[in-house]
T-cell receptor
Framework: QQPVQSPQAVILREGEDAVINCSSS?????VHWYRQKHGEAPVFLMI?????EQKGHEKISASFNEKKQQSSLYLTASQLSYSGTYFC????????????FGKGTSLLVTP | DGGITQSPKYLFRKEGQNVTLSCEQN?????MYWYRQDPGQGLRLIYY???????QKGDIAEGYSVSREKKESFPLTVTSAQKNPTAFYLC???????????FGAGSRLTVL
């Protein structure tokens, strides 16, 4: 039931862009994105509920293709503070409630 | 400040012993969750509870038990039946609407 994330790891220089993908084999009600810094709890970034909806906050945005059960997280002009592990969490229509998380994408932004 | 408190932060246990991890929230959230995190495995759902006195198994419930006697509390017991209990355990809660999770700081369990 775990969604599949890609890539597993990314190394960027400050100012570069990155895309993290999340796909599910099940029809999805929603997709969530969280970021976890080393030794800390995951923190909510955003949620996408509608097909094709794109949401964003400053230089981090995401899209959700409801037909393909895929979501992408876009990080533009990356900052050092973006480093961490990014998780997508999905809620399939069939399971109804609790989030299923992917294995995560480790992002390292270097100076 | 509202939040989720997990205790203990670190716990060592001998094989064959049961241990209980505490999770308390003061966010007035109805739903609470337990996830297990292993390196490279992401977060895997153990149990969740949508209301008091009710809970459902997640993907990896075997060897674990929970109770939900109060809205604020959702303790997790790792029993001796759990074959590989060494892991980082995260408790979370969510309010009404779209299940946005607020996580606690986690408990790291090591079995010696």
């Amino acid at each position: 039931q775990q969604p599949v994330q890609s890539p597993q790891a990314v190394i960027l220089r400050e100012g570069e862009d990155a895309v993290i993908n999340c796909s599910s084999s099940k029809a999805l009600y929603s997709v969530h994105w969280y970021r976890q810094k080393h030794g800390e709890a995951p923190v909510f970034l955003m949620i996408l509920l509608k097909g094709g909806e794109q949401k964003g906050h400053e230089k981090i945005s995401a899209s959700f293709n409801e037909k393909k059960q895929q979501s992408s997280l876009y990080l533009t002009a990356s900052q050092l503070s973006y480093s961490g592990t990014y998780f997508c969490g999905t809620v399939p229509f069939t399971s109804g409630y609790a989030l299923n998380f992917g294995k995560g994408t480790s992002l390292l932004v270097t100076p | 400040d509202g939040g989720i408190t997990q205790s203990p932060k670190y716990l060592f246990r001998k094989e064959g012993q049961n241990v209980t991890l505490s999770c308390e929230q003061n966010l007035n959230h109805d739903a609470m969750y337990w996830y297990r995190q292993d390196p490279g495995q992401g977060l895997r759902l153990i149990y969740y509870s949508q209301i008091v006195n009710d809970f459902q198994k997640g993907d990896i419930a075997e060897g674990y038990s929970v109770s939900r006697e109060k809205k604020e509390s959702f303790p997790l017991t790792v029993t001796s039946a759990q074959k590989n209990p060494t892991a980082f355990y995260l408790c979370a809660s969510s309010g009404p609407g779209a299940n946005v999770l607020t996580f606690g700081a986690g408990s790291r369990l090591t079995v010696l």
